[in-house]
């Protein structure tokens, strides 16, 4: 749903349940599959009367997915006209507001530069949807690669100085992990990527997240899948997210973009913008931190690299190298995020072919260690310690520099391991 729309709901939630009723308002919605019959029996079960029911009715249509306002205008006209009025009134696009991912998906190439290299485009040529497996938490196996043991908390913490986002409960947290393993350019397959794979799957296992894993898939197909995430029910109770997408990457005048196997290349941004307040209100005022192992941009670090070392920079571009209900105080568009790069602008991320990404090996040991009583940001910053140390001791004597990015990212963050304070 367009985050205009959204607004236009939350903005109007109190004229709009005057101007429904909620029986009758809920078959509609069932009929025209604005949601299903479990969310309605989930819904009745935790709210005892009309009232409570209605408005948890009206709060959850906004997360409904890109098709939801055209059914509910629909609803609204045939049905309830003083509420299909209000839904319409001074709705306008705004021509400078962000466009939602929903919206652009049809065509990656709203980008300034459309030449590539060896022919490849940002454009994309309309095609059959790709079809899209439904969206289930990984049950694979459990390698540990590192020999990892994951301490666990004996309590809660707290920060003397800021609040803390609360990580309290068995919802711990999400991890939605993409990893692009294999290119149309066989020279280009990102050997170690699998051991990086085993070894982030393991840790945030043990970190008691819940995993949703996708190898070598089509930007589409992501993008089919990040839209059903966002409508899932568990998202309203979960108290963190974590988003990792490990290919090859670049940057083009300040703006970092991702390839996929098939050579599609999109901007990081507009995964990023899936996240933003204005288009995922279940995670609103929750962390969201993103994991980015991959380069961003094609320089290397001095020296001679070790041998067995790839660059995850196949992409060849020119150029420069907290649960919340419906809340009347405004909030930033980004907030409580968290960016979290392998390396800095303009240079490459380094990748042994044989154990994985030297950044996600040091997240995962650092985490381990150090997730029972150390915060994420201290942490991220112990992650860059500890390559340049490992790094030091290979005859290049270089390392890659980790670098974060703070978007309204002002809570501390425990990941408190293995310590809940509900019950099982």
């Not at 009929?31 to 408005?55: H, I």
């Not at 089509?218 to 990040?226: I, S, Y």
Request: glycine residues 4%.
């Amino acid at each position: 749903m367009e985050s205009v729309h959204r607004e236009k709901i939350l903005k109007n939630i109190d004229s709009l349940m005057k101007a429904t009723d909620y029986e009758k308002f809920i078959e509609c919605c069932l009929k025209k599959n604005l949601l299903s019959q479990t969310m309605r029996e989930n819904l009745e079960e935790e709210f005892g009367n009309e009232t409570d029911r209605k408005m948890a009715l009206w709060r959850k249509i906004p997360k409904r997915g890109p098709k939801a306002y055209d059914k509910l205008l629909e609803i609204c006209s045939e049905n309830y006209p003083q509420a299909y009025i209000i839904l319409n009134k001074a709705i306008a696009r705004n021509l400078g507001q962000m466009t939602s991912v929903s919206q652009s998906r049809e065509n990656y190439a709203q980008l300034d530069e459309p030449d590539m290299k060896d022919g490849m485009c940002l454009s994309v040529a309309k095609k059959e949807p790709l079809e899209v497996a439904e969206l289930k938490p990984y049950s694979g196996k459990l390698v540990n690669h590192l020999n990892l043991t994951v301490k666990k908390s004996t309590k809660i913490h707290v920060n003397p100085k800021l609040k803390v986002y609360k990580m309290s409960s068995r919802n711990r947290g999400v991890l939605f992990l993409i990893n692009i393993i294999n290119f149309r350019k066989k020279e280009f397959n990102r050997k170690g990527a699998n051991n990086d794979r085993d070894n982030l799957i393991y840790l945030f296992t043990e970190l008691g997240f819940t995993i949703y894993y996708f190898e070598d898939i089509e930007p589409e197909q992501m993008f089919n899948h990040l839209e059903n995430f966002q409508m899932l029910d568990s998202l309203d109770k979960t108290e963190c997210f974590v988003f990792g997408i490990m290919t090859h990457g670049n940057i083009k005048n300040h703006h970092t973009y991702v390839e996929f196997g098939n050579g599609e290349i999109i901007s990081l941004d507009s995964i990023l913008e899936k996240f933003y307040n204005s288009n995922c209100f279940s995670l609103m005022m929750k962390p969201k931190i993103f994991i980015l192992p991959f380069c961003r941009g094609s320089h290397p670090d001095q020296g001679v690299y070790v041998q067995n070392i790839q660059h995850d920079t196949a992409l060849s571009i020119p150029g420069e190298a907290g649960q919340s209900s419906v809340v009347t105080t405004k909030i930033t568009t980004k907030s409580d995020i968290l960016i979290c790069y392998a390396t800095v602008k303009g240079f490459e991320s380094h990748r042994n072919t044989d154990d994985g990404s030297w950044y996600i090996q040091a997240l995962c040991q650092v985490w381990a260690e150090n997730a029972h009583d150390t915060d994420v940001e201290t942490m991220m910053k112990m992650v860059d310690t500890k390559m340049r140390e490992q790094w030091e001791k290979t005859e290049t004597r270089t390392v890659q520099t980790a670098s974060m990015e703070n978007l309204g990212f002002n809570k501390v963050l425990y990941l408190n391991p293995g310590y809940f304070e509900d019950n099982p």
